[in-house]
């Protein structure tokens, strides 16, 4: 069993990862952080975690106290900033860390002041960082001590583009892509923007062209795929709902592409993986309520007569496959062990 540290166990994806690390059979936790419930039981703060054997009795810690304790794997919830700080001496320490904030995502120093607004804490460490959605990019995840888990926009984006983006299947202009996402995206911490008020029964545009900070990291990972990336738009809307993220991609076809095409691209580069479905033309259109509460993505793409541009749908949890599961998933990777272990069927 590995020994496991969870810092920011009292989130939304930490209370998910607490669920997920229930169930994998490798995983013995043995420290969860919090700052404000420090000394009291997760399942004090959170009760339906209250069957969840591997953390009962065990008192949340600050995260400066969970330092001296022994671990081989700590996953990190901690808001960016923060979780680069509290990451890298469990990382010198001999620890295999999955941060699921953004702090090494980008591998330029440069990019996250322009991202983030601040400089990085530590930027002369983000080499050492390995980027991984594990369909996309598993090899390079094997052995890895610091792995940057991707965003949740991120992986509902990339997810589709990569690989019509590596087989040619993009043509000329910008690519938009336009995202729907659950309250929880924004975490737990209390926001006006977030307050039940504001909004049920309302659908907001926020951070909508190039000015989101998950367009650094889409962009960066375009330009990993491809010689000379993809111009990217991306809109990203607030929806009434605790959960999901629903991306329809507008993709401008290359020459000798449509729709019929780019569903065959999809399918051949997920037809063995467990966790990504590409629908058939008869399956029609994914929805969130399809993959919530799992680690899988649905991916559809739509029929336009006109052929100016194919409409590719992709559907993820985002606390899940955007985050915790995908965590887990890396770790598994990480490891060389199945990719679904712990996920049950
Ligand atoms: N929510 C998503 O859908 C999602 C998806 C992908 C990635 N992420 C990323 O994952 C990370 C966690 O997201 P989340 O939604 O779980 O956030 P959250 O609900 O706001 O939880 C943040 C956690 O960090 C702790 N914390 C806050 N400030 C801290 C500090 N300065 N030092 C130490 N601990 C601190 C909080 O503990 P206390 O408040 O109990 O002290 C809490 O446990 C973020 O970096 C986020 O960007 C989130």
């Excluded at 960082?129 to 792995?147: Q, S």
Aim: aromatic residues 6%; neutral net charge.
């Amino acid at each position: 069993m590995a020994r496991i540290g969870i810092l920011g166990a009292t989130g939304y994806t930490g209370v998910e990862l607490s669920l997920l690390l229930e169930k994998h059979p490798e995983a013995e936790i043995v420290f969860i952080s919090s700052e404000a419930s420090a000394g009291q039981e997760l399942s004090s703060v959170f009760p339906r975690l209250a069957g969840c054997d591997k953390i009962r009795g065990k008192s949340l810690q600050n995260a400066a106290s969970c330092q001296s304790v022994s671990v081989d794997v700590v996953f990190s919830c901690l808001p960016h900033g923060a979780s680069a700080e509290a990451c890298l001496p469990f990382v010198d320490g001999g620890a295999r860390v999955i941060d699921l904030s953004a702090d090494f995502r980008l591998a330029d120093p440069a990019l996250y002041p322009k991202w983030y607004g601040k400089p990085h804490p530590r930027p002369e460490r983000l080499q050492e960082a390995v980027y991984c959605i594990p369909e996309l990019d598993r090899a390079k995840v094997r052995g890895a001590k610091l792995i940057a888990n991707p965003g949740c926009y991120p992986t509902s984006v990339l997810l589709p583009l990569v690989p019509l983006a590596k087989a040619g299947a993009v043509g000329a202009g910008p690519v938009i892509a336009d995202s729907k996402s659950g309250v929880s995206g924004a975490g737990r911490k209390p926001s006006l923007g977030t307050a039940y008020c504001e909004t049920n029964e309302s659908i907001s545009a926020y951070k909508i062209g190039r000015t989101h900070q998950h367009l650094g990291e889409m962009t960066q990972q375009l330009a990993r795929a491809t010689t000379g990336g993809l111009p990217l738009i991306f809109s990203p809307h607030l929806v009434p709902m605790e959960r999901g993220i629903l991306t329809v991609a507008y993709v401008p076809p290359a020459p000798g592409f449509d729709a019929a095409k780019v569903r065959q691209i999809l399918s051949d580069a997920y037809a063995n993986e467990p966790f990504v479905k590409v629908l058939s033309k008869a399956e029609g259109l994914p929805a969130t309520g399809h993959v919530a509460h799992t680690n899988r993505c649905h991916i559809a793409v739509a029929e336009m007569p006109e052929n100016d541009m194919v409409l590719v749908v992709s559907v993820i949890d985002n606390l899940v496959k955007g985050a915790s599961g995908q965590a887990v998933q890396n770790w598994n990777a990480s490891n060389g062990w199945a990719e679904t272990l712990g996920f049950g069927a």
